[in-house]
């Protein structure tokens, strides 16, 4: 299966600031990856899709690079709404694999 | 606007048996596949199954493979995981999810408990 490996575990930043996410895969999967954002006690929320189209509703500051193994979610002018762990995922191959989250705390 | 409700879930005991279920609203439920997605406690996400608009066509993690089965009532929008031979490391988090491989829409979470 394709692993996903994200980094930094936790990121500590500031409203206002630019915080970017990264996420490996252990082989190609194009562009077919992936964003999801969870805040505590709700269910994911999808952001990124095909590596950098925003899903409906979801905001400009909120972008997606990458291709093949190497992927980054960046997040412009951090608000305080936007605090919550952050997934990638895969959809190159079955099964679908998750990393294993960013959490983006102040 | 879409709604999946899930009910389902509880205080199991090893080697039990649970069903959960997903209540879907808002949308064409027979146009689109569906997953179920756990997550363990404190833990990320993981894939569990997938299910076309059909239900031709399903797919398991190996984690579970042989003994949990999922299906779908496209007649009453719902979508099922029957899961057997229940497992401590299958204590988590249930989200049912709308999607082929992508997951646009959550449930708000079903727990299973396997403990004795």
């Known amino acids: 299966e394709i692993v996903m490996t994200q980094s930094p575990a936790t990121l500590s930043v500031s409203p206002g600031d630019t915080a970017s996410l990264s996420c490996r895969a252990s082989?190609?999967?194009?562009?077919?990856l992936a964003w999801y954002q969870q805040k505590p006690g709700q269910g994911p929320r999808l952001l990124i899709y095909?590596?950098?189209t925003r899903a409906t509703e979801t905001p400009v500051r909120f972008s997606g690079s990458g291709s093949g193994t190497e992927f980054t979610l960046t997040i412009s002018g951090l608000r305080s709404e936007d605090f919550a762990v952050y997934y990638c995922?895969?959809?190159?191959?079955?099964?679908?694999?998750f990393g294993g989250g960013t959490k983006v705390e102040i | 606007q879409v709604h999946l409700v899930q009910s389902g879930g509880g205080l199991i005991q090893p080697g039990g048996s649970v069903r959960l279920a997903c209540a879907a609203s808002?949308?064409?439920?027979?146009?689109?596949?569906m997953n179920w997605i756990r997550q363990a406690p404190g833990k990320g996400l993981e894939w569990v199954s997938f299910?076309?608009?059909?239900?031709?066509?399903?797919k398991y993690a190996d984690s579970v493979k042989g003994r949990f089965t999922v299906s779908r009532d496209n007649a009453n929008n719902s979508l099922y995981l029957l899961m057997n031979g229940l497992r401590a490391e299958d204590t988590a988090l249930y989200y049912c999810?709308?999607?082929?491989?992508?997951?646009?829409?959550w449930g708000q979470g079903t727990t299973v408990t396997v403990s004795s």
């Open positions: 999810a709308r999607g082929e491989v992508v997951f646009d829409a």
């Open positions: 808002g949308f064409t439920f027979s146009d689109h596949s």
């Open positions: 299910i076309n608009t059909a239900a031709s066509t399903t």
């Open positions: 082989q190609s999967v194009s562009s077919n």
């Open positions: 095909r590596a950098s």
């Open positions: 995922q895969q959809f190159d191959d079955w099964p679908l694999t």
